[in-house]
């Protein structure tokens, strides 16, 4: 019988590019007796960036898992130590949608900070986003041995631009040169560091029995009464501890790993309990067969088990069954096939075919987030298109695949034009899907020009209806809608305003789900993102007898007549309730030589971009606020020669606009056009024959 240990934690090691996250990857692996040897990201020996484009990039461009153990400390009684999966994430922004996949199965995070660089775009992103879905977090400031590298004024900025909730666990020496060490606070000296009184400070602040103890009896407040607490409200994701060393050296990583296994929580779960796993991420084996990353909250998974799949984000329809057929477990650095993947553990699943990225397996976990997603959507996209013209069938079952394993890059299929278009981060994105289109399968492809992806916001409620064998309705099918508009971020519902049995579910489930299809192309050709659609008309043609027995198919209505009939009525609704186009907006952080704002904020201006905040500080000056989207790589080109090399530009996908001045942007639709109803009657209506009619039912 195959033993572990009886604690799991699934642990994600976040950060901004070039913070050193895989290097401290390999640093905890080497510490855990993992692996003999540190490897380099510069060299390409790194465990967990092992595709080849990440080792030649020097970047981690996709998530990986790998397991180590952390034994118990010496002396204490409990021999079971903690099992780790540890999820290795990109730090580049183009790759986000790899970090938001993760996040859904972890229990805690070390968030990687340079001591050198301090807290930048990403990072205040990554944990603002980690606080809103309370995971627990350490935060471990890398590159002490670094020249340029700093203490208190890392610790004051993520005090002022992350969280005040951090405490920094000991103190460094040395910072800035190759001697720099970490020294932790103890019972011993804790006093003597300011440890105790900030500590209390902090944690008096969450805890009301504390901050008693703290005003009428602060000798009650022991050492191991305020590391207790500590850990508590950590596990809490109310303060995060702050760790200081070097992945290079190993400097201060032997305390960052006690306070892993100290401060985070240990998965729970019922491996007795009803099968409950989350798919995070999906790849594919060396026969082409699908293979998926599981986190299991609850229950055990075998081979040749039949598991129940519920599709990603809780979409609309019945669940399906599938088989699996192998499963593995991560272990010492690697992963192992086994019977069986428990309650708490990541397993790789063999046989579930057609498995997306975030599908459940078994039941839906309590208190688990039904879809939606936790960063900004891609606000870039560009058309791709095969260099030879026989490749272009081969182009989108690739595309397809890789949608599978990044399912925000959004495929868009024009079959009028015989294009496909993806959806990107940034243009680094970009390059790394033409590589991979290239080494993977064999294709040479070009890009067109990049260009921002808007979407349109319902500004008015507007309603439209057709009414079965009445013109100009040419569909055996009634249907009514009514759209108004709904706060940012809320979706798309759909609701009746008629009753449901009013006519068979099949054909209000084809109205609802042509609704929802129909919205990706609003008035200007953009995604409506955010509304209320209420039925208000529904109406269907029974099967009518004849004398004989038999049914005329032809005059009975169909679940294809309101699909076809929806987007007309949709579009006449969204006509009279009035859209208006938006645009992703940036929220940047802007630092330059003071000498230089004079040639700086005219080009700014010229941008479009609007600074709310202008601060000098010494021989620098600050600007913060926004920028379209569309313009962040053109300030990104212009700042060197502005700023002498010296301007540091931060920025960050924040927010949607409407679009001011000049003509407003419009997509190119990829359907059949419901906007010009004459064309689209061409395209989509099948005439049947024209004798015969009854009244149909109606509502």
Not at 47 to 53: E, F, I, K, V
Not at 246 to 254: C, H, I, L, N, R
Not at 430 to 445: N, S, Y
Not at 619 to 630: F, I, K, R
């Amino acid at each position: 019988m195959h033993s572990s240990a009886p604690h799991t934690l699934n642990l994600g090691i976040l950060a901004h590019i070039d913070a050193g996250k895989t290097s401290l990857t390999e640093r905890l692996l080497h510490s855990a007796g993992v692996i003999d040897e540190v490897g380099r990201v510069d060299d390409g020996t790194t465990r967990t960036d092992s595709l080849a484009l990440e080792r030649q990039r020097g970047i981690t461009i996709k998530s990986a898992v790998v397991s180590f153990v952390i034994g118990a400390p010496e002396g204490t009684r409990d021999d079971g130590g903690v099992t780790v999966n540890l999820i290795d994430t990109p730090g580049h922004p183009d790759f986000i949608a790899e970090v938001e996949r993760v996040l859904s199965v972890l229990d805690g995070a070390v968030l990687v900070v340079s001591a050198v660089e301090g807290v930048q775009a990403q990072t205040r992103v990554l944990l603002r986003t980690l606080r809103r879905l309370r995971i627990p977090t350490l935060i471990f400031v890398n590159k002490t041995d670094r020249r340029g590298a700093r203490h208190e004024g890392v610790l004051r900025h993520i005090a002022e631009r992350l969280t005040p909730d951090v405490v920094p666990m000991g103190t460094v020496s040395g910072i800035g040169t190759r001697d720099a060490r970490f020294a932790p606070f103890t019972a011993e000296n804790a006093d003597g560091g300011g440890f105790t009184a900030r500590l209390t400070e902090l944690l008096a602040g969450h805890d009301d029995t504390l901050l008693a103890a703290y005003v009428d009896a602060p000798a009650s407040l022991s050492y191991g009464r305020l590391r207790t607490a500590l850990a508590r409200q950590t596990r809490r994701a109310l303060v995060h501890p702050v760790f200081f060393g070097s992945a290079a050296t190993g400097e201060g990583v032997a305390e960052l790993t006690d306070g892993i296994r100290e401060l985070l929580p240990a998965s729970t779960g019922d491996g007795q309990g009803p099968v409950s796993g989350t798919v995070f991420k999906v790849e594919r084996g060396t026969a082409g067969e699908q293979i998926a990353y599981v986190r299991m909250f609850s229950g055990t998974v075998r081979t040749r088990d039949r598991v129940e799949i519920v599709a990603a984000g809780g979409a609309e329809g019945p669940a399906r069954e599938g088989k699996v057929t192998g499963v593995a477990v991560f272990e010492r650095g690697t992963d192992v096939r086994r019977a069986e993947v428990r309650a708490g553990q990541i397993g790789r699943l063999w046989g579930l075919g057609g498995i997306r990225i975030g599908d459940v397996i078994g039941v839906p976990r309590a208190g688990a987030a039904p879809g939606g997603h936790f960063f900004a959507p891609p606000t870039l996209e560009t058309v791709v298109t095969p260099l030879r013209r026989a490749d272009r069938g081969a182009l989108h079952l690739a595309l397809t695949r890789l949608a599978e394993q990044d399912p925000l890059i959004g495929l868009r299929q024009d079959d009028v034009r015989q294009e496909v278009s993806v959806s990107l981060y940034g243009e680094v994105q970009k390059e790394v899907i033409q590589a991979t289109l290239a080494e993977d399968f064999g294709l040479d492809v070009s890009f067109r020009e990049t260009t921002t992806i808007c979407v349109e916001r319902v500004v008015g409620t507007g309603s439209a209806f057709e009414i079965i064998d009445k013109d100009p309705n040419p569909f055996l099918a009634t249907v009514g809608l009514r759209v108004a508009p709904a706060p940012v971020g809320a979706g798309v519902e759909f609701g009746l305003g008629v009753e449901l049995g009013s006519m068979p579910y099949a054909f209000f489930r084809a109205v609802e789900e042509t609704v929802r299809e129909t919205l990706h192309q609003g008035l200007h050709g953009w995604r409506v993102p955010d509304c209320v659609v209420t039925m208000t008309h529904a109406g269907y043609w029974p099967r009518q007898s004849h004398a004989h027995g038999t049914f005329d198919k032809s005059m009975s209505s169909t679940a294809g007549d309101f699909r076809n009939l929806t987007p007309l009525v949709l579009m006449d609704a969204l006509r009279e309730a009035g859209t208006v186009v938006q645009e992703p907006m940036h929220r940047f952080r802007l630092e330059v030589p003071a000498d230089t704002v004079g040639a700086v904020l005219p080009v700014l201006a010229r941008l479009r971009a609007v600074p709310h905040t202008q601060t000098a500080s010494g021989a620098a000056y600050h600007l913060e606020g926004d920028v379209p989207a569309q313009q962040v790589h053109a300030l990104e080109q212009q700042l060197p020669g502005l700023t002498r090399g010296e301007g540091e530009l931060e920025s960050a996908f924040d927010h949607y606009e409407p679009v001011r001045g000049g003509t407003v942007p419009t997509r190119e639709r990829t359907d059949h056009d419901p906007l010009h109803r004459k064309d689209y009657l061409l395209r989509v209506v099948r005439r049947t024959s024209a004798g015969g009619r009854e009244a149909g039912a109606g509502v």
